[in-house]
């Protein structure tokens, strides 16, 4: 590196790229901040429909919720954070039932009015007992809800999203058993639940007004120009870093169908189609998720997943064998670069929930200062991508 000490580059502008480039910012740190794409927000991008004034989000919704407390609190600096419940409904066998299965959907799926301790025996008499070791996504899905339910909710649904057999993707897609003894049909888990009354837009716009920051859109950034600055943080692609050279990673990709609809198209914000023989996997209401608005029009999208391929936006890694071992190749070559960091979802190759990215984003800006403060180097990974 051959730049001012206190000249910093951070590519993407999206929520890693805005948090590190404010954090340094503040710092006294000189950050430059690129992205290809002609907006900020990354992925999290929301605009508002000029038609039907109803806040869009571009890329798929983002639901923001977590347990941390000192996330939730720095989002709040920027943006003021409504409450918002994510309840998703699926579509399966011509009837409508709701997601995560709970004890609603197993007494409708079955036609039984069954008690928590009755449902959660009978869903174990269901269960597939002789698998001791799930090794697959269907083996760890029968072992513990049974055929009838793995058929109707994960099966069409993961063929549909992974673009292969639930028996070739690993047990550990399918992390805890994904069913709720209780009637709580809210998707998540976490202490705080939102979304950004204005949108992710303008959060991200506020976390980049600094004067220390200069924002470079429709601006792609090339390794020769890591000489330039003391330190680069990079939350690109990885194998895009090294222009593709030894392959791409895989991911799956997104198509959305847009359409538009007077009135209130399914009641709810994410209806889910489970069944393979329906081509999407999900169609999105985006008024409902600003449920504090009122909107006589309504803007809806259809999603089809399938393979990315180059030019497309990655969304889904998808760290298999193959993956796994092209991953290890590249995570080698970028430990060895000097002076650059990669972080955040595409620079890690890993899926992270926004909470997690942000944290992630903090304690990789709190570690470099830390270092530059010691007079030591910063380690190529924030946090390990393989």
């Not at 470079?216 to 120009?225: K, S």
């Not at 895009?240 to 198209?265: I, N, S």
């Not at 803007?299 to 030019?311: D, F, H, V």
Request: hydrophobic share 35%; glycine share 8%.
């Amino acid at each position: 590196m051959t730049g001012s000490p206190r000249r910093i580059a951070a590519v993407g502008a999206g929520l890693t790229g805005a948090v590190i480039a404010r954090e340094l910012a503040e710092a006294g740190f000189e950050v430059d901040v690129f992205d290809s794409r002609h907006h900020i927000a990354g992925n999290c991008y929301t605009e508002r429909d000029g038609e039907t004034g109803v806040m869009v989000h571009v890329y798929g919704p983002h639901i923001f919720h977590t347990d941390d407390e000192d996330v939730w609190n720095y989002v709040n600096r920027y943006e003021t954070f409504l409450p918002y419940k994510n309840r998703v409904k699926t579509t399966v066998g011509g009837q409508v039932y709701a997601l995560p299965v709970n004890l609603h959907t197993i007494n409708q799926f079955f036609g039984k009015a069954m008690r928590p301790a009755e449902a959660r025996a009978f869903i174990e008499s269901q269960a597939d007992t002789s698998i001791t070791d799930p090794q697959s996504f269907e083996e760890q899905a029968l072992r513990f809800v049974g055929r009838a339910l793995y058929e109707a909710f994960f099966e069409g649904y993961t063929r549909k999203q992974w673009g292969c057999a639930p028996s070739e993707l690993p047990a550990s897609i399918l992390k805890r058993l994904p069913v709720r003894f209780n009637y709580d049909d809210n998707y998540f888990f976490h202490r705080f639940q939102g979304m950004p009354e204005n949108g992710y837009t303008a959060m991200v716009e506020r976390i980049l007004d600094h004067p220390g920051i200069t924002l470079h859109l429709r601006t792609a950034f090339h390794r020769v120009q890591t000489r330039g600055y003391a330190h680069v943080f990079y939350s690109g692609p990885l194998d895009g870093y090294f222009d593709y050279e030894d392959g791409r990673l895989g991911y799956r990709t997104l198509d959305f169908e847009r359409f538009t609809f007077k009135g209130d198209y399914q009641g709810c914000a994410v209806m889910n189609y489970g069944e393979a023989s329906v081509p999407y996997t999900r169609i999105t209401e985006h008024k409902h998720f600003a449920p504090w608005e009122q909107h006589e029009g309504s803007i809806c999208y259809r999603e089809y997943a399938r393979a990315c391929e180059p030019g497309d936006t990655p969304y889904y890694p998808i760290r298999l064998v193959q993956e796994k071992a092209l991953l290890a190749h590249y995570a080698g070559k970028a430990r060895a670069e000097r002076g650059v960091t990669f972080s955040g979802r595409l620079g890690t190759y890993r899926y992270l929930d926004m909470d997690v990215t942000i944290r992630e984003a903090l304690d990789t800006a709190r570690q470099f200062m830390a270092a530059v403060a010691k007079g030591e180097a910063m380690p190529a990974f924030a946090v390990a991508a393989a």
